[in-house]
């Protein structure tokens, strides 16, 4: 089967000839995979492994460049000043965008909100490639994930640019400023994922928003505060992409099971990254539990199994992932999240080998 083919049929809730696969790493990590199988770009590394996704990150912005107030600080999308750091982590090290200041965290009325100046506008960015640059997956699943920081969320924007603190200060002692901010995010994600949608003119098969909703023992918040602030913007783009033919992609680190129901109910197709190391998300149970109305992606473990399991840890593992999550189709096996840079190569190497053991419906 084509890897689009096998990704639909998954997705239909049939079986396919195999489990799609995908493949979530850090550019640190995925540059040393390269080197050890000795290919020598990205495309060479995903054609090599049968990854079944492609990942088209967004158009070309073309707006006002962001600013940079002192010496390795920048502001980013939405006004928030950040600065890049590097953790050493022995023989590796890698980057994250640390947030240095979030602009919106003084502000104590509405007006300050509605008035703040650096809301995004879906004119900033240039649309024209949009088609042909998705074009280019021709036969593979085109995923629409945009990047880490402008990906379609609500709660972690207004936590970027309020303050992780203050906002869930606001959830409950300033409800009409955590609507307001909230408010302008979806507003700014759906002018912006409209006119991208129109203009990918059916080249983008699913679109993937991302909003970490859960801790690693718990939800982030009570299901009634996700309800009273998110669940409205969590259907509004949802709605917004089957209006253009698209399934749906939430990623949610942590414990989400509450919530499931809630995401089924405003149409979510499919749940990525079943963090398996989190209270309640045992793909097993998922499945058994949700399996008819939604699909998984994700499940391989990379907080311990990855970084600290032994070869036969790993295949063990692919083993019973297989198991809970190939029956009756809906199912995209991947990690969790981004393999990290301090995993060794040869569990990666393992881990796809047991994929294509452990995969196959024939």
């Known amino acids: 089967m084509k890897p689009i083919d096998r990704v639909r049929c998954s997705l239909a809730h049939n079986e396919p000839d195999r489990v799609p696969r995908d493949f979530w790493a850090t550019p640190e990590f995925q540059s040393r995979l390269c080197e050890s199988l000795r290919l020598g770009s990205e495309e060479d590394m995903l054609r090599h492994l049968g990854i079944d996704l492609r990942y088209y990150r967004g158009p070309s912005y073309t707006g006002a460049p962001f600013g940079q107030p002192s010496d390795g600080v920048a502001e980013d999308l939405w006004g928030v000043l950040r600065k890049k750091m590097t953790v050493e982590g ?10 240095v200041s979030s602009p919106l965290e ?42 880490r920081l402008d990906r379609t969320a609500q709660l972690k ?12 200060i606001d959830l409950h002692e300033n409800p ?13 994600f759906l002018a912006y994922n409209q006119r991208l ?15 970490d909703f859960g801790t690693q023992n718990s939800l982030m918040m009570g299901v009634d505060t996700w309800r009273r602030h998110f669940k409205q913007g969590f259907r509004q783009y949802i709605e917004l992409a089957h209006r253009y033919g698209m399934k749906v992609m939430h990623h949610s680190c942590g414990a989400v099971r509450e919530l499931i129901p809630d995401f089924i109910d405003c149409g979510l197709d499919i749940l990525q990254s079943v963090q398996p190391r989190a209270v309640g998300m045992d793909l097993g149970e998922l499945k058994r539990e949700f ?10 473990d990379i907080q311990d199994t990855l970084p600290h399991g032994t070869v036969d840890d790993v295949r063990a593992e692919v ?8 029956p009756g189709g809906g199912f995209i096996i991947s990690t969790a999240h981004n393999i990290q840079p301090d995993t060794p190569v040869e569990n990666v190497i393992v881990l796809f080998d047991a994929y294509r053991e452990f995969g196959s419906y024939e």
């Open 291 to 300: 399996g008819k109305d939604l699909s998984f992606h994700g499940s391989i």
């Open 197 to 211: 949608f129109e203009a990918a003119n059916g080249k983008i098969d699913i679109f993937m928003m991302g909003d």
């Open 90 to 99: 022995g023989s590796y090290n890698w980057t994250y965008s640390h947030v």
């Open 319 to 326: 083993k019973q992932r297989m198991v809970a999550g190939k």
């Open 176 to 188: 009409a400023i955590a609507d307001a901010v909230i408010a302008h995010i979806k507003e700014c």
């Open 157 to 168: 924007p207004a936590m970027y640019l309020r303050g992780m603190e203050q906002i869930y």
């Open 106 to 147: 003084t502000a104590d009325s509405v007006r300050d909100i509605d008035e703040y100046g650096h809301w995004p506008s879906a004119d900033w960015w240039d649309y024209g490639s949009v088609a042909g640059d998705c074009g280019q997956f021709d036969g593979y699943a085109v995923v629409y994930a945009g990047d």
